[in-house]
């Protein structure tokens, strides 16, 4: 038999050439793609929205200052993207809650149309898709910041 021999490690290469030992690569990703879809709603709502000019500007700006977060996840899983987008989904799920509550659970008005005019439409349903999202995308960006401080602890000991 002949004896064993002992090769240095290999590392599995995960996508765009990262290699698994330098801390997670799924959960990184997952949090970026959620964050771009959060974008591209926001963008959508804005284009194809029943929403009035102003907020159509405003959503627009929360997906241009929403995008470079995405990107930084993506790449890097930086820690400064990271707690902006967890507080951003926080910020945008108290503003939807606040919608919600305050259309008396009928969602909100579009060009003008009363709250209870609405009450026999989605307008809840789609108010609470989009607080179900934002706590989503909160939540993937909170625990990945724990994993990384997580990871960092375990590699500097």
Known sequence: MAPATSSPPTWKLATAGRDRATGPVLHPRLCAVITSVSCAVHLWLAVFGQHGAWLSV????????????????????????LHQVTLSALAMVALHAALLLGAGGAGHAHRGVPPAAMAVTSGSTQLLLVIALELTTGLLAATLIARLRSYDTRTSA
Not at 64 to 70: E, G, M, Q, R, T
């Open 58 to 81: 405003l959503m627009f700006a929360l997906a241009a200052v929403c995008v470079p977060c995405s990107v930084h996840i993506w790449q890097h899983s930086r820690v400064g993207a």
